[in-house]
């Protein structure tokens, strides 16, 4: 994930950090192996407490910046993806993906006018050119009663009735990109765009570009890494963001589209996201994913960094082991540490009053301090409370569940 996905992601969970890359946040892995340990820290009053960490997010999968490392010391993309993803075979994936514009929240559709825009009603399927001498601000789609759908056009400062469809209507514009008007500004899109009937009944529109799977992949692989890494690394993430993106089309977020262009899913920017050097990569792998030895297409989890070990996830290929590659110097997550005190920890669980004590107890074994959090209970004055790793992590804006306390008197 590039430092601007980075930002985005962190967004919903702690502060931005420019120097970072982003993390797969939302997608799960298996329970936590669990090791118990006896960590203890006592809090005198005002006291400042360090807290020191490793990696940038679940740790999963292939690490962005352990992918820079490997390519830097010569290692093909084939080759990291192997070491991240030990036993995926190789196979293939073509076809197209829709994915729901969230940044597009109003529940209209608005397209700048262009040569060659179409209608399509999805009702009748029925294609109908747009004119040229109408709409010089813009064409829009939106709710038209029932399942329909109202077409219109902006002139003399207002929107101009043209037409109703029968069902869900969609622009096009015959291979070329279209400009969509979203929160915060216009970005261009190819493939289709569709104003989709969220659910039955719905007086909203979402949303979604249909667009092909490799021309998806140039909107996804310069937000989700630096397009200007080391060439292996960055044809290695976009193995990694094809696969992930096959692998979520088998399983339909909703009946309307694939998947988001969020952190939530992979960050999506459309055409007005290509670059040259990401899409030279895509270029280089075009169509190769993995797969669980020629089976299911595999989940090739990703994060920033791991911090010198992957964490193991829910499928056999995503295993915990050492990394050598993370700890490249370019890598500000591998290791890092923040200062907060005493009061950061009562504003985010007051019910304990006054933080006498912290009790790590249990890990998943794998590294320094005996690994990732996977349970911690503070306790106060007035009561305790017992939080997973993770819980910790977004209250107190960690960038993983790999950390570690120090407390001292202020």
Same mark, same amino acid.
């Given at each position: ?48 407490i ?14 962005? %910046? #352990? ?75 939106? %709710? ?7 077409v ?7 929107? /101009? ?10 622009? %096009? ?8 008007h ?14 989709t009937i969220?659910?039955? #009944? ?13 021309h ?11 397009s ?8 290695a ?30 960050? %999506? ?24 030895? #020629? ?34 110097s370019?890598?500000? /997550? ?23 004590s ?49 407390v001292?008197?202020?």
């Amino acid at each position: 994930m590039s430092p601007r996905s980075t930002r985005a992601r962190l967004l919903a969970v702690l502060a931005a950090v420019a120097t970072g890359l982003g993390v797969m946040s939302v997608v799960s892995s298996s329970p936590a192996a669990a090791v118990p340990v006896n960590q203890t820290w006592t809090v005198p009053a005002n006291a400042a407490i360090t807290v020191d960490g490793r990696g940038f997010g679940h740790g999963t999968g292939m690490s962005q %910046y #352990g992918a820079l490392g490997a390519a830097r010391q010569g290692l093909a993309y084939n080759e990291i993806l192997r070491f991240y993803y030990p036993g995926v075979w190789a196979g293939t994936a073509t076809g197209t993906i829709s994915v729901r514009i969230t940044a597009d929240d109003d529940g209209d559709v608005i397209v700048e006018r262009r040569g060659g825009l179409t209608l399509i009603d999805r009702g009748t399927g029925k294609k109908t050119p747009i004119p040229q001498d109408l709409g010089t601000g813009g064409w829009r789609l939106s %709710y038209g009663g029932s399942d329909t759908t109202i077409v219109s056009y902006y002139a003399n400062k207002k929107w /101009n009735y043209w037409t109703r469809t029968q069902g869900e209507a969609v622009f %096009y514009a015959n291979g070329g990109e279209m400009t969509l008007h979203r929160k915060g500004g216009t970005a261009k899109y190819r493939g289709t765009l569709r104003a989709t009937i969220p659910s039955p #009944g719905s007086t909203r529109r979402d949303t979604v570009n249909a667009v092909t799977l490799e021309h998806y992949l140039r909107g996804v692989v310069p937000k989700e890494m630096p397009s200007s890494w080391t060439p292996a690394a960055v044809q290695a993430q976009s193995v990694a963001a094809r696969t992930y993106a096959a692998q979520a089309r088998t399983t339909p977020q909703t009946r309307t589209y694939d998947l988001c262009d969020t952190t939530s899913c992979q960050v %999506y920017g459309g055409y007005s996201a290509e670059e040259r050097g990401s899409n030279d990569a895509i270029d280089r792998t075009k169509g190769q994913i993995l797969t669980n030895k #020629g089976q299911e297409i595999a989940f090739t989890q990703f994060s920033s960094s791991n911090g010198g070990w992957t964490n193991a996830g829910s499928k056999p290929y995503l295993v915990a082991k050492q990394d050598p590659y993370d700890g490249n110097s370019s890598n500000k /997550n591998h290791t890092w540490s923040v200062a907060i005190t005493d009061r950061t920890i009562e504003a985010a669980w007051p019910q304990i009053g006054n933080l006498t004590s912290i009790a790590v107890t249990d890990r998943n074994g794998k590294g320094e301090w005996s690994g990732r959090v996977n349970s911690v209970t503070f306790r106060g004055s007035a009561g305790s409370v017992t939080v997973t790793g993770a819980t910790v992590r977004s209250k107190l804006g960690l960038k993983s569940t790999w950390f570690n306390f120090r407390v001292a008197a202020r």
